[in-house]
């Protein structure tokens, strides 16, 4: 079992960043499959960002944030980050963390498919 506690939400204006923080419990966390998702009222949950496990050398956004936001990990602190900047309005939503330990989980693909854990979410409220 995995557990992944979120922190760093909180309201910004437009243009503002965030970084978001996603504490995971295991003995295992560099091979764990990490990545955000996003939901917004009113709308299904989406896909926002992955990273690979190990090194995390590989990541993945979702094209709306392509560019603005970063995703990180830091194996030793058992965490992962997500940079957010140049916030816009229509960032505003609940933001969650999932991982993922299956074999044939990729970061590439990790937004195909229901991820196996989630935090319970932190709100990022961007102001215009």
């Known amino acids: 079992q995995v557990q992944l506690v979120e922190s760093g939400g909180g309201l910004v204006q437009a243009g503002g960043s965030l970084r978001l923080s996603c504490a995971a419990s295991?003995?295992?966390?560099?091979?764990?499959?990490m990545g955000w998702f996003r939901q917004a009222p009113g709308k299904e949950r989406e896909f926002v960002a992955a990273i690979s496990c190990r090194g995390g050398g590989n990541t993945y956004y979702a094209d709306s944030v392509k560019g603005r936001f970063t995703i990180s990990r830091d194996n030793a602190k058992n965490t992962v980050y997500l940079q957010m900047n140049s916030l816009k309005p229509e960032d505003t939503a609940v933001y969650y963390c999932?991982?993922?330990?299956?074999?044939?989980?990729?970061?590439?693909?990790?937004?195909?498919?229901?991820?196996?854990?989630w935090g319970q979410g932190t709100q990022v409220t961007v102001s215009s």
């Open positions: 295991g003995r295992i966390f560099s091979s764990y499959v």
């Open positions: 999932a991982a993922d330990t299956r074999p044939t989980t990729t970061a590439r693909r990790m937004g195909d498919k229901t991820p196996e854990y």
